[in-house]
């Protein structure tokens, strides 16, 4: 398969990825139908942090970092560098120099399911980085791959252009095309949200307005008055 960069690629409307920002991973993933989330190994480096804006990938060979270099001149401010592997391996694929470089080029953050090194640094220079290990292990600069082509990252479709958003909830893909779709999902989903607040408060109970009682019911729940009530039923 021919090796590539794709230097331009089309990213979402601005005011459409900040106005998703308005709102959370949790809430975008089930607004979506409850698609899109990247693997749970991803984790923040520094807790906090929300992220959003147009996918870059680069697809590497597990251990190698050349195509990481390559994509850090094609990416623009406001970006997400999604970093996937061909091949297992949790080598420390970038550290602070390369995260100075995305900064310098205003990027906005990483995604890479693979491994990452100078924590201590990463984190003091702020930069919001989801990764899935923590090594030292370097990596060589030998193995071409590719630039803004689809990838597979923790086990999810993200193609270039793409909006990611990660919290400290994890990280979910909105497809470019669903944009506005999603994004209409997500206001109506807080707006739902702001009656069952409503309820909590008026004291009223998820079990009802949720109405989950013919469900125990059909679940075969058996509510016992008390708890010598419910040994009783132990013994006969």
Known sequence: MEKYVVQNIQRPDPKLIEEFKNYDVS????AQGKQ???GHQLKPVKEGKLICGPAVTAICYAGDNLMIHAAIEVCK???ILVITTIGEGVHGMIG????RALMKRGVQGVVIDAGIRDVKQIRELGFPVWSKAVYSEGTTKTRGGWVNAPAVCAGTQVNPGDLIMADDDGIVVIRKEDVKSSLEAAKNRVEK????????ENGELSVDFYN????LQKENVIYYE?????????LS
């Open 96 to 99: 602070e120099l390369i995260v």
């Open 212 to 215: 989950l009682r013919e469900t």
């Open 27 to 30: 809430t975008v993933y089930e």
């Open 226 to 234: 008390d708890e010598e009530t419910f040994k009783k039923s132990l």
């Open 77 to 79: 401010p406001g970006d």
């Open 193 to 200: 949200e702001k009656g069952t607040k409503e309820k909590i």
């Open 36 to 38: 899109g989330l990247l």
